[in-house]
């Protein structure tokens, strides 16, 4: 039941032991200076070469900004070809991760947005996987490859509209855990979004929440509370015990802009 994201940021906290709050927005460590660019913004390296078995292809890693300043994409262009044939489809895909001054600041996966990490230099390191298919004989080839580009980026930064805190509370006598879950709308212009819930034994009462139990015996429940603009609002959730394999409890948080959905997720990992 799990929703796909054009964005997503990881939050964990222990669920068994003393309460703790952690909020989550996305908001990547990356370094702050004087911003020179507030619109979106694109930035392409060389195009590099990735052959095998006598298959070539030119591929070029771009780094973008979206116009809102929240989030970045690794993409990549690229064509293939052989002394014999070229595809008439040409797709890279694989992980990247981003460094600044040797320290990781972000990864991801190519041609999907992550959190921005804000205005610097930036190393961008990808495992790519070209496969090359069209209606040939040829179709199907596959090329790998490691490759690298530095770029600067001069986009100022801004946090999603949207945050979440997750208080995780203890066990009681019926081995029962109780959460909180706070979702706040600090934008706007972002309409309303929905925060989504899932885990095994999970419930609510919370009024406006919606429930919906697993069909088969390994699926997990969901829970889906929509969060109105300019809305905070606080969902009180029970997990039930179950074994230590399908203990975490996991969220997201999507809102639609224009267009494009994007989200925040977490989860709350058993201790």
């Avoid at 979106?40 to 780094?63: D, F, R």
């Amino acid at each position: 039941m799990r929703r796909t994201f054009l964005a997503a940021l990881t939050m964990a906290t222990a669920l068994c032991g003393p309460p703790a709050t952690q909020a989550a927005t996305a908001a990547p460590g990356g370094p702050q200076r004087a911003v020179a660019q507030a619109g979106p913004e694109e930035h392409c390296g060389g195009i590099q070469k990735v052959s095998g078995g006598g298959n070539s292809a030119n591929v070029k890693l771009c780094a973008k900004v979206g116009q809102a300043g929240r989030f970045m994409n690794i993409a990549t262009g690229s064509n293939c070809w052989n002394a014999l044939h070229t595809w008439k489809h040409c797709d890279v895909t694989g992980p990247w991760k981003m460094f600044h001054e040797g320290k990781q600041v972000a990864e991801g996966a190519l041609n999907s947005p992550v959190p921005y990490v804000g205005p610097g230099t930036y190393e961008v390191v990808a495992e790519v996987s070209v496969h090359a298919h069209d209606d040939s004989p040829f179709s199907g080839t596959r090329l790998h490859d490691t490759l690298a580009s530095t770029f600067t980026l001069t986009s100022e930064r801004k946090d999603p509209p949207y945050t979440v805190e997750v208080t995780p509370g203890r066990r009681d006598a019926q081995s029962e855990t109780s959460m909180t879950f706070t979702a706040t709308h600090k934008g706007e212009t972002e309409t309303q979004a929905d925060l989504m819930i899932w885990g095994h034994g999970i419930s609510t009462t919370t009024p406006g929440c919606e429930t919906d139990e697993g069909r088969e015996r390994d699926e997990a429940t969901f829970v889906t509370c929509p969060i109105g603009k300019g809305e905070k609002k606080t969902v009180e959730l029970t997990a039930a015990k179950v074994e230590a394999d399908e203990c975490p409890v996991t969220w997201e948080l999507s809102w639609l802009n224009g267009r494009q959905t994007f989200g925040i997720e977490g989860n709350v990992a058993c201790a």
